[in-house]
């Protein structure tokens, strides 16, 4: 068993009209949790790794705990370099032994973004690992305006074909609505799946890529407030949103808000509930049993990547 690139999941997943879970990992409570949940239920993992994360547990412990659960699970892994934001950083990861890396070159112009693209591809590609890139810029709230409506940030569906065509990149994230973190709507969830479905019909066979795709469950933001935190008006993207998008090529579904809710909801009730312990294996525990348990329900029922190993 071993790390490998995503080139036959996305396949498979395309066909399958399912979608693979790409869960961002920080420590190795987050990565056993994920792990585990993706053995019992036999699901194809990726396992994603942000500059953020690399800079709070360092390169070289997130790589080695990766492999350990390689080890213990018996899993095949793809570790993915999250948001690369240059070509040193997607370098770095492909040269420590990364099997895929984003470069997130949405916020650059359209030639900019092509040109850096392709010198990660080019690169990339000669050592066998694969690359997403990002075109369109995700949504988000801005003051009072839903800027998930503003149409200028979306995907263009042509411009996408002629980005997978001039670069050569693996796989493609589009802005259809979404965005990261717990604030993604301020009134009704509206993905724009007419976009979509066009972009997946000028890209037959091509895996495309959800970012900031969190539901952002109340009932995790409620057990939060309840033991003391104050997470005011979150909302995400509907789960029954994600299943549809699956069935339009998308086969790659980033989750990270929804791992970090579940886990501080866990840990805030367990030390709320056991005020006189102080052992960290009880309430990292905890956290991790309620990684392992969001991402069980992600497999079974918004990925339904169960049963695809
Ligand atoms: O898209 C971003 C992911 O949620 C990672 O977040 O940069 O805080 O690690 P981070
Ligand atoms: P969420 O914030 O919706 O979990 O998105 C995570 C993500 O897109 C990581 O790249
Ligand atoms: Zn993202």
Redesign the pocket.
Same mark, same amino acid.
């Given at each position: 068993m071993a790390l490998i690139t995503s080139k036959e999941m996305f396949k498979k997943a395309y066909e399958g009209k399912y979608a693979i879970g790409a869960f /961002?990992v920080n420590n190795m409570e987050i990565i056993q949790g994920i792990v585990e949940a993706a053995q019992k239920e036999k699901s194809p993992l990726i396992l994603q790794v942000?500059?953020?994360?690399r800079k709070y547990a360092r390169p070289a412990y997130l790589k080695k705990l990766v492999e350990a659960a390689i080890d213990d699970t018996g899993l095949d892994v793809v570790l993915h370099l $999250?948001?690369g934001e240059d070509f040193e950083i997607c370098k770095q990861c492909i040269d420590d032994g990364f099997t895929s890396v984003m470069i997130d070159g949405s916020k650059h112009p359209f030639e900019k973004n092509i040109e850096l693209t392709k010198k990660v591809v080019d690169y990339a590609h000669e050592r066998g690992v694969v690359v997403e890139a990002e075109l369109g810029k995700l949504a988000g709230i801005e003051d009072d305006v839903n800027v998930s409506l503003k149409d200028a940030t979306f995907t263009d569906p042509d411009e996408a074909v002629e980005f997978v065509e001039r670069t050569g990149v693996d796989s493609l994230a589009i802005a259809i609505g979404t965005s990261?973190g717990a604030y993604k709507f301020k009134g009704e969830p509206m993905l724009d799946f007419a976009r979509l479905e066009k972009i997946s019909n000028l890209l037959p066979n091509y895996p495309l890529v959800l970012?900031g795709a969190s539901t952002v469950i109340p009932e995790f933001v409620e057990a939060c407030n309840s033991f003391g935190g104050n997470i005011p008006g979150a909302k995400g993207v509907p789960e029954d949103m994600l299943s549809r998008a699956a069935k339009l090529g998308i086969c790659k579904i /980033?989750i $990270?808000?929804d791992l970090r809710l579940a886990m501080t909801a866990a840990i805030r009730k367990y030390l709320v509930e056991n005020p006189a312990v102080f052992d960290p294996r009880k309430y990292l525990g905890e956290g991790r049993d309620a990684i392992r348990k969001m991402v069980e329900h992600k497999i079974k029922s918004v990925l339904r990547s169960s049963s695809r190993l």
């Amino acid at each position: 068993m071993a790390l490998i690139t995503s080139k036959e999941m996305f396949k498979k997943a395309y066909e399958g009209k399912y979608a693979i879970g790409a869960f /961002n990992v920080n420590n190795m409570e987050i990565i056993q949790g994920i792990v585990e949940a993706a053995q019992k239920e036999k699901s194809p993992l990726i396992l994603q790794v942000s500059a953020g994360a690399r800079k709070y547990a360092r390169p070289a412990y997130l790589k080695k705990l990766v492999e350990a659960a390689i080890d213990d699970t018996g899993l095949d892994v793809v570790l993915h370099l $999250d948001h690369g934001e240059d070509f040193e950083i997607c370098k770095q990861c492909i040269d420590d032994g990364f099997t895929s890396v984003m470069i997130d070159g949405s916020k650059h112009p359209f030639e900019k973004n092509i040109e850096l693209t392709k010198k990660v591809v080019d690169y990339a590609h000669e050592r066998g690992v694969v690359v997403e890139a990002e075109l369109g810029k995700l949504a988000g709230i801005e003051d009072d305006v839903n800027v998930s409506l503003k149409d200028a940030t979306f995907t263009d569906p042509d411009e996408a074909v002629e980005f997978v065509e001039r670069t050569g990149v693996d796989s493609l994230a589009i802005a259809i609505g979404t965005s990261h973190g717990a604030y993604k709507f301020k009134g009704e969830p509206m993905l724009d799946f007419a976009r979509l479905e066009k972009i997946s019909n000028l890209l037959p066979n091509y895996p495309l890529v959800l970012h900031g795709a969190s539901t952002v469950i109340p009932e995790f933001v409620e057990a939060c407030n309840s033991f003391g935190g104050n997470i005011p008006g979150a909302k995400g993207v509907p789960e029954d949103m994600l299943s549809r998008a699956a069935k339009l090529g998308i086969c790659k579904i /980033n989750i $990270d808000t929804d791992l970090r809710l579940a886990m501080t909801a866990a840990i805030r009730k367990y030390l709320v509930e056991n005020p006189a312990v102080f052992d960290p294996r009880k309430y990292l525990g905890e956290g991790r049993d309620a990684i392992r348990k969001m991402v069980e329900h992600k497999i079974k029922s918004v990925l339904r990547s169960s049963s695809r190993l």
